[in-house]
């Protein structure tokens, strides 16, 4: 029998004495109503109901039932409403994967959001590369992972996508820098600084492939795994880089600047498994590009700069001086 549901009927009588007015309450009619409390009745065999006078009146049964079965249904009502959460991702652990070169004040943006609206949740972060994402989510290591795309593999649902420009990093003294915007074509000669293949291998053979379609063939790709290496390459003289603008922001010798033709953006969004899916993991999609949103929009003008020292690597003669000052 659905004990519950002839509890919530035996409560109400209770509360009420009278089956019409109970019947009435519950939406439904008296002689159901009637039967439901007889087998609950048949069910505990004892009697809940003193009928033997025109009122009804509770027996010491019904009396002692009455507050057993009140703490009963509150009981329901917070295991429900516990699984209900759980349903909806704003209880349990969710765990989540974020690329390394994550900005602090975005993190701290996903993660206040999260609190915001899960403050039951808790959330398991991780710095991953994309490439460790996307084979943690296979093995079910991982519930959503925040991850540069194309990514390889099926699967996996995507969240709300955020495309975010990229341009070149330079030395602030090189004459390239002293233009509004850099040719990819214009960098030949140079080396590619740039995160391994393996962190990420379908942006990196895709911002590879719209290089060589620019004009630019790296001599080397050189592989950074932090920024202050990629730094110290860039800064060295004979490379660049090629990073969103809040790359730059971290070092002030870097200078940051557009592609011409804007040919790359870096497509960013959450990744989770399509089947069995972490029930809060749409949300911390939606959060997601919500917090990366701003990023996406560009800052403001960085001023030109002089160029101090000689770029070590040969341009055409001339060139420095049709450059805008």
């Known amino acids: 029998m659905d004990l ?102 975005t993190l701290r943006a996903l993660l206040d959001g999260l609190a915001a609206r899960a403050p039951g949740l808790d959330v398991d972060l991780h710095e991953l590369t994309s490439g460790e994402q996307v084979r943690m989510l296979a093995e079910g290591q991982l519930d959503v992972g925040l991850l540069h795309q194309p990514v390889t593999g099926s699967g996996l649902r995507l969240g709300p996508t955020v495309d975010v420009p990229v341009g070149v990093l330079l030395p602030r003294d090189a004459p390239p820098a002293r233009a509004r915007q850099v040719a990819l074509a214009d960098l030949a000669g140079l080396d590619l600084v740039t995160a391994p293949r393996a962190t990420a291998p379908g942006w990196h053979d895709h911002v590879l492939a719209v290089c060589r379609e620019h004009g630019f063939h790296p001599d080397r790709i050189r592989a950074a795994r932090n920024p202050e290496f990629l730094f110290g390459l860039v800064l060295a003289g004979g490379s660049v880089a090629i990073e969103p603008e809040a790359t730059a922001r971290r070092e002030p010798r870097i200078a940051w600047r557009p592609i ?17 899916a972490h029930p809060a993991a749409p949300m911390f999609g939606q959060l997601a590009a919500e917090v990366l949103g701003p990023a996406a929009e560009p800052g403001p003008p960085v001023p030109l700069a002089p160029a101090a020292r000689p770029w070590p690597v040969l341009f055409e003669a001339g060139q420095d001086e049709k450059l805008p000052r």
């Open 260 to 276: 011409v033709g804007a040919p790359l953006f870096r497509r960013t969004s959450a990744a989770w498994p399509a089947r069995a």
């Open 4 to 105: 519950l549901r002839h509890l919530r009927h035996f409560v109400v009588v209770a509360r009420e004495l009278h089956f019409g007015r109970a019947a009435e309450a519950l939406g439904m009619a008296q002689p159901p109503l009637s039967q439901s409390i007889q087998r609950l009745e048949r069910e505990l065999d004892v009697v809940l109901f003193d009928r033997s006078q025109r009122r009804v009146r509770l027996t010491t049964a019904g009396e002692l039932l009455l507050g057993e079965a009140d703490e009963l249904l509150a009981g329901e009502r917070r295991l429900r409403n516990l699984i209900d959460q759980v349903r909806r991702g704003a209880l349990g652990v969710l765990r989540a994967g974020v690329p390394p070169e994550t900005p602090a004040v």
